[in-house]
């Protein structure tokens, strides 16, 4: 018992002795055989290290015959012949350790099958097989180490069928048919720091393969990277995913999925839900380089939070084909080739909190044909829009978003209708702050436009509501309506500091109620070549020019002020049938001008004080000036300077107007008022 071994325990042949009675016994050619002793096809009961090669087999390599063992191959190849068979074959077994393997040349290089659980692969290597390494039938517990696997075809580097708890971890697959590491109907599997490269998939999960948890690994250079199919409640955590010819990340007809912190580079599309994956969870991921960088297809009810995408080439994140009751929140998408956030056919998801900066060629944010979305909270900056709804975008809300340096618009909506626009900030950008295109029933409200060429434009836009939103110091106009914009409520909204505070042209049919036009270098309301207007209670102050209608007719401006303009505060030019009523002009150059040839306009109880001239009529055919009042101006209360069978031999008709208190005289010509 020197040697240190129990009473009763069976001494072992030492390894040398036992080569040579193998040698002795048999006449086996060296070709197929290990001088430990196994040959091709020779099944393993006890621990084993090979010392040589094994093969060319016409059959099968090793069957591991017991469970316990321990094979070291010590770096030694097993090879086949046909391409057919196992290198090494583990069925219905446990504890098993495999190590040091080299297997080519088989239809598997190394099997696992048939219930057999908690067995140990390290350091193998399986090139050249149709399968790498396979686990089927029910194995779990299973764990693979530093194995590698390269150009097993036509199929996979790692595969996995109907098995389950099993572990590969460190692994290499490269090269392969199909899959680096592939997954059918197996759950609960870990797959970590694993690499796999130049495949035609990184990692593939599919058939109902739930509850796997893939972390850590990386896939360069596949046609995808990682891809899950039909399968459920799978964590894929800091994964990357690198130069892949079509998708980094693929999800398609799968949910509650959970992709986390994962990193998408160079790939056609970064990561994407495709197919009716629903319920998953997408956050902390970045994606960059790509030409794609987030897409979700035909998919709902997914959340997309604190992602990043940047410097794709043409969009960060896409929600297209009927995708629904998505939500993206806090995400960023800088420098993309063309947009920011594209809504495409999919409605009634939300976007919040999300941050588009810098995309160039399109829009931060973008919604075609999308509807009954809600975008809140958002902000794009130094793209050519920072919003755009069209192709009829309708019922959506957009509400506290901003849109800064946009190249062309802030927010542009066209051919859309039923859009809600509420508290949303367009700053300083290059053509229009808020754009509205053919579009109809828009409620803009607590809006506010700074420091673009227009606030706020309305062109062939119709029955929409502005309400209580500001344009300040915009360089063309604060508000600008055009190009039959007809039937638009426009009401407390403020316009200061702009080159002109309310431009309206080629409309009918609108109402401005209690606007404020203040301190704007041109003017303060101007109406052109429009009619049917209702204009009331508004006030334009220390603008240029207060209110101004030309070539326009049948409006009802009533009970607006007025005052401290450094022009006129109302004037009317080549305009007709037009009635001015119970408004105040103070302090202003002229208070009301009737000029160039205006014909059959009603002025009445007007009120004209402390400006320069109160009532200005020149060139004018047929207006009834009546009942107003004109008191305290420092030059003339009422001028009319036309001539015809009117009052006083003007062309116009006056009654009942008053005048007193002015500087040089009540009327010119006199008699025009009463004093």
């Given at each position: 018992?020197?040697?240190?071994?129990?009473?009763?325990?069976?001494?072992?042949?030492?390894?040398?002795?036992?080569?040579?009675?193998?040698?002795?016994?048999?006449?086996?050619?060296?070709?197929?055989?290990?001088?430990?002793?196994?040959?091709?096809?020779?099944?393993?009961?006890?621990?084993?290290?090979?010392?040589?090669?094994?093969?060319?087999?016409?059959?099968?390599?090793?069957?591991?015959?017991?469970?316990?063992?321990?094979?070291?191959?010590?770096?030694?190849?097993?090879?086949?012949?046909?391409?057919?068979?196992?290198?090494?074959?583990?069925?219905?077994?446990?504890?098993?350790?495999?190590?040091?393997?080299?297997?080519?040349?088989?239809?598997?290089?190394?099997?696992?099958?048939?219930?057999?659980?908690?067995?140990?692969?390290?350091?193998?290597?399986?090139?050249?097989?149709?399968?790498?390494?396979?686990?089927?039938?029910?194995?779990?517990?299973?764990r693979l180490r530093w194995n590698i696997a390269n150009?097993?075809?036509?199929?996979?580097?790692?595969?996995?069928?109907?098995?389950?708890?099993?572990?590969?971890?460190?692994?290499?697959?490269?090269?392969?048919?199909?899959?680096?590491?592939?997954?059918?109907?197996?759950?609960?599997?870990?797959?970590?720091?694993?690499?796999?490269?130049?495949?035609?998939?990184?990692?593939?999960?599919?058939?109902?393969?739930?509850?796997?948890?893939?972390?850590?690994?990386?896939?360069?250079?596949?046609?995808?990277?990682?891809?899950?199919?039909?399968?459920?409640?799978?964590?894929?955590?800091?994964?990357?995913?690198?130069?892949?010819?079509?998708?980094?990340?693929?999800?398609?007809?799968?949910?509650?999925?959970?992709?986390?912190?994962?990193?998408?580079?160079?790939?056609?599309?970064?990561?994407?839900?495709?197919?009716?994956?629903?319920?998953?969870?997408?956050?902390?991921?970045?994606?960059?380089?790509?030409?794609?960088?987030?897409?979700?297809?035909?998919?709902?009810?997914?959340?997309?939070?604190?992602?990043?995408?940047?410097?794709?080439?043409?969009?960060?994140?896409?929600?297209?084909?009927?995708?629904?009751?998505?939500?993206?929140?806090?995400?960023?998408?800088?420098?993309?080739?063309?947009?920011?956030?594209?809504?495409?056919?999919?409605?009634?998801?939300?976007?919040?909190?999300?941050?588009?900066?810098?995309?160039?060629?399109?829009?931060?944010?973008?919604?075609?044909?999308?509807?009954?979305?809600i975008i809140v909270g958002n902000s794009a900056s130094?793209?050519?829009?920072?919003?755009?709804?069209?192709?009829?975008?309708?019922?959506?809300?957009?509400?506290?978003?901003?849109?800064?340096?946009?190249?062309?618009?802030?927010?542009?909506?066209?051919?859309?209708?039923?859009?809600?626009?509420?508290?949303?900030?367009?700053?300083?950008?290059?053509?229009?702050?808020?754009?509205?295109?053919?579009?109809?029933?828009?409620?803009?409200?607590?809006?506010?436009?700074?420091?673009?060429?227009?606030?706020?434009?309305?062109?062939?836009?119709?029955?929409?509501?502005?309400?209580?939103?500001?344009?300040?110091?915009?360089?063309?106009?604060?508000?600008?309506?055009?190009?039959?914009?007809?039937?638009?409520?426009?009401?407390?909204?403020?316009?200061?500091?702009?080159?002109?505070?309310?431009?309206?042209?080629?409309?009918?049919?609108?109402?401005?109620?209690?606007?404020?036009?203040?301190?704007?270098?041109?003017?303060?309301?101007?109406?052109?070549?429009?009619?049917?207007?209702?204009?009331?209670?508004?006030?334009?102050?220390?603008?240029?020019?207060?209110?101004?209608?030309?070539?326009?007719?049948?409006?009802?401006?009533?009970?607006?002020?007025?005052?401290?303009?450094?022009?006129?505060?109302?004037?009317?030019?080549?305009?007709?049938?037009?009635?001015?009523?119970?408004?105040?002009?103070?302090?202003?150059?002229?208070?009301?001008?009737?000029?160039?040839?205006?014909?059959?306009?009603?002025?009445?109880?007007?009120?004209?004080?402390?400006?320069?001239?109160?009532?200005?009529?020149?060139?004018?055919?047929?207006?009834?000036?009546?009942?107003?009042?004109?008191?305290?101006?420092?030059?003339?209360?009422f001028v009319d300077t036309s001539t015809g069978n009117?009052?006083?031999?003007?062309?116009?008709?006056?009654?009942?107007?008053?005048?007193?208190?002015?500087?040089?005289?009540?009327?010119?010509?006199?008699?025009?008022?009463?004093?």
């Amino acid at each position: 018992m020197g040697l240190g071994m129990r009473r009763g325990a069976a001494p072992k042949v030492p390894s040398l002795i036992f080569i040579a009675l193998i040698a002795i016994g048999t006449t086996l050619a060296p070709a197929i055989q290990g001088i430990d002793g196994s040959t091709c096809g020779s099944t393993i009961v006890s621990d084993t290290v090979l010392s040589a090669d094994i093969g060319p087999c016409p059959r099968n390599g090793l069957i591991i015959g017991a469970d316990g063992v321990r094979v070291n191959c010590a770096g030694h190849a097993i090879s086949g012949s046909s391409g057919k068979y196992v290198g090494i074959n583990v069925a219905n077994r446990t504890n098993v350790t495999v190590e040091n393997c080299v297997v080519t040349g088989f239809s598997y290089g190394f099997l696992v099958k048939q219930n057999s659980h908690n067995n140990t692969f390290v350091a193998n290597t399986a090139r050249g097989n149709g399968y790498g390494f396979a686990l089927s039938g029910a194995s779990y517990g299973n764990r693979l180490r530093w194995n590698i696997a390269n150009e097993n075809t036509p199929y996979d580097g790692f595969y996995m069928r109907n098995s389950s708890g099993n572990l590969l971890q460190n692994n290499t697959a490269n090269n392969n048919g199909r899959a680096g590491y592939i997954l059918f109907s197996s759950s609960r599997n870990i797959l970590s720091i694993n690499t796999a490269l130049d495949n035609t998939f990184g990692t593939y999960l599919s058939d109902s393969s739930s509850h796997n948890n893939v972390t850590r690994n990386a896939a360069n250079g596949n046609r995808y990277g990682f891809a899950i199919r039909n399968s459920s409640d799978s964590n894929l955590i800091q994964d990357s995913a690198s130069e892949n010819n079509t998708f980094g990340f693929i999800v398609s007809g799968s949910s509650r999925n959970i992709l986390s912190i994962n990193t998408a580079l160079e790939n056609t599309v970064g990561i994407a839900l495709l197919d009716s994956s629903s319920y998953n969870n997408v956050t902390g991921n970045a994606a960059g380089g790509n030409r794609y960088g987030f897409t979700i297809h035909n998919s709902s009810d997914s959340n997309l939070v604190q992602d990043s995408m940047s410097e794709n080439d043409t969009f960060g994140f896409a929600i297209t084909s009927s995708s629904a009751n998505n939500t993206l929140a806090r995400n960023s998408a800088n420098a993309e080739g063309w947009t920011g956030f594209l809504l495409r056919d999919s409605d009634n998801n939300t976007l919040e909190g999300n941050v588009a900066n810098n995309n160039t060629h399109e829009a931060g944010f973008h919604l075609v044909r999308s509807s009954s979305n809600i975008i809140v909270g958002n902000s794009a900056s130094g793209g050519a829009y920072g919003f755009v709804l069209e192709n009829s975008s309708d019922r959506n809300r957009l509400e506290d978003n901003s849109a800064t340096q946009s190249s062309v618009h802030g927010f542009h909506i066209g051919d859309s209708s039923a859009d809600t626009i509420v508290g949303n900030i367009a700053a300083e950008s290059a053509l229009g702050g808020f754009v509205f295109n053919d579009s109809s029933s828009i409620f803009l409200s607590e809006n506010s436009a700074e420091a673009n060429f227009f606030g706020f434009v309305l062109n062939g836009t119709s029955g929409t509501v502005l309400s209580n939103n500001s344009a300040f110091g915009n360089t063309a106009a604060g508000f600008f309506l055009f190009r039959q914009s007809n039937y638009n409520n426009v009401s407390s909204n403020r316009a200061t500091a702009n080159g002109n505070g309310f431009i309206l042209d080629s409309a009918k049919g609108n109402g401005l109620w209690a606007n404020a036009a203040n301190l704007n270098s041109g003017y303060g309301f101007y109406l052109y070549n429009s009619s049917g207007f209702t204009v009331a209670r508004n006030l334009a102050s220390q603008d240029l020019y207060g209110f101004a209608l030309r070539s326009s007719s049948a409006n009802l401006l009533a009970n607006n002020t007025a005052v401290g303009n450094y022009g006129d505060g109302f004037g009317l030019g080549n305009s007709t049938r037009n009635t001015l009523s119970g408004n105040n002009a103070t302090h202003d150059w002229r208070g009301y001008v009737v000029s160039e040839d205006s014909r059959e306009n009603l002025l009445e109880r007007n009120i004209a004080e402390m400006n320069k001239y109160g009532f200005y009529v020149n060139a004018a055919i047929g207006n009834i000036i009546n009942a107003n009042t004109s008191n305290d101006n420092t030059s003339v209360g009422f001028v009319d300077t036309s001539t015809g069978n009117g009052t006083m031999d003007t062309a116009n008709s006056y009654s009942g107007d008053v005048c007193n208190g002015n500087g040089t005289a009540g009327s010119d010509p006199t008699g025009l008022c009463v004093e």
